[in-house]
């Protein structure tokens, strides 16, 4: 039964919390919210899980769709806090705010709380995927030598870019990747967001060793 519930994406995050409890200290200053991100995101997996696996109750949508507002708004939130965005405070704030009233009236008034949001999520990739890039181009005008390796916000980034615009990508050509299954038996989709995965929750531990060591 537990063989189900440890997933690859499961073990990640739990992997991923482990690395924010060591190093994300008091003198990481916000961003230890990350902890309490990952905590949230754990709480939810194990509940859906517990929920469809042992009550055997197929409808836990409602709880991931909450995540998903509270997991894209604070990653639109913490990117917002780097000095390459600093003088687009009120754009960001826009931003946000738009995405919250979009992915609350698609829970209220569209796909509902029992089914699964993919229109928010859609939205979520597509925002998250465009802050990124706009933050690598104000990278790229920057005049100052910066050394991007140690830049967690950096690695932050590219781990949201990443895993964003693959996410939109697999929701584009979730019917062809259905059908693909059917016929071969093998799930390119599950492997694909399985490395996607491997490689976000990467980028965000190695932002973490960043922000630490850049702090201290």
């Known amino acids: 039964m537990l063989k189900s519930y440890f997933n690859y994406t499961v073990i990640f995050e739990w992997i991923t919390l482990l690395a924010a409890v060591i190093t994300l200290n008091k003198r990481t200053s916000f961003w230890r919210g990350f902890i309490i991100l990952m905590i949230l995101t754990i709480t939810v997996e194990t509940l859906g899980w517990y929920v469809k ?3 055997h109750i197929n409808d ?3 709880m991931f769709n909450i995540l998903l507002i509270i997991n894209t708004s604070f990653f639109i939130w913490i ?4 000095d390459v965005l600093k003088k687009n405070r009120e754009f960001l704030e826009i931003l946000l ?4 009233t979009m992915a609350i009236c698609n829970l209220l008034f569209f796909q509902g709380f029992y089914n699964y949001n993919s229109y928010t999520e859609l939205t979520a990739d597509l925002f ?6 706009y933050f690598f181009y104000l990278l790229l005008k920057e005049e100052a030598f910066r050394n991007l390796l140690t830049y967690e916000y950096f690695w932050l980034a590219n781990g949201l870019l990443l895993f964003s615009f693959v996410g939109w990508l697999l929701y584009f050509f979730y019917d062809q990747l259905k059908e693909y299954y059917k016929e071969t038996h093998i799930n390119v989709g599950g492997t694909v967001n399985d490395i996607i995965n ?3 929750y990467a980028s965000l531990i190695i932002s973490f060793v960043c922000r630490r060591r850049t702090l201290n």
């Not at 990117?79 to 780097?82: A, F, P, Q, V």
């Not at 705010?97 to 919250?100: E, L, M, Q």
């Not at 998250?128 to 890039?133: D, E, G, N, P, T």
């Open 53 to 55: 696996m042992i009550r």
């Open 60 to 62: 836990n949508y409602s």
């Open 79 to 82: 990117l917002s806090k780097s």
């Open 97 to 100: 705010i738009t995405f919250i």
């Open 128 to 133: 998250l995927a465009f802050l990124c890039l």
């Open 198 to 200: 491997l490689l976000f």
